[in-house]
């Protein structure tokens, strides 16, 4: 296997940071998913108190298993985690227009990113980040 010496190989530490914070990621992701699938009275109040009808909750559990099986396989990660922005920016913007705190999603946004630029080496070849490794 020839290596590419324009995207130097990632440090052990860095590919095993990025693949712990993804797998943090891939869990909230799933988790939120699960809740929506129970369809439970909680979940059903919950998206009321939100403004989203509660018959969405199934919909929104399949937007979020699609993003993060993206995620998951290494040749569409890059879209599943714009994907995964693009969903946590829609439950940002909820929680601003309700004047509630919406650190959860935008950390979830940035948990995913960090992530892939751990792991990733090319990544950090594009993005204006110094040197991580």
């Excluded at 989203?52 to 929104?60: H, Q, S």
């Excluded at 993003?67 to 714009?82: D, F, N, R, S």
């Excluded at 439950?91 to 990733?120: K, S």
Aim: include cysteine; charge should be positive; proline fraction near 5%.
């Amino acid at each position: 296997m020839e290596i590419d010496q324009r995207h130097p190989a990632s440090s052990k530490k860095l590919v095993w940071a990025g693949r712990i914070i993804s797998a943090l990621v891939v869990l909230v992701m799933l988790f939120s998913a699960a809740m929506k699938l129970s369809q439970s009275e909680e979940i059903s109040k919950g998206f009321e108190h939100l403004g989203w009808p509660a018959r969405l909750a199934v919909t929104l559990a399949i937007v979020e298993i699609v993003c993060t099986v993206l995620y998951i396989i290494p040749q569409t990660a890059v879209l599943g985690a714009i994907l995964i922005t693009g969903y946590s920016g829609g439950a940002i913007a909820t929680h601003v227009r309700l004047g509630e705190p919406f650190i959860m999603p935008a950390v979830l946004g940035v948990l995913t990113w960090l992530a892939l630029v751990f792991r990733d080496a090319r990544l950090r070849s594009v993005l204006p980040i110094r040197k991580l490794g």
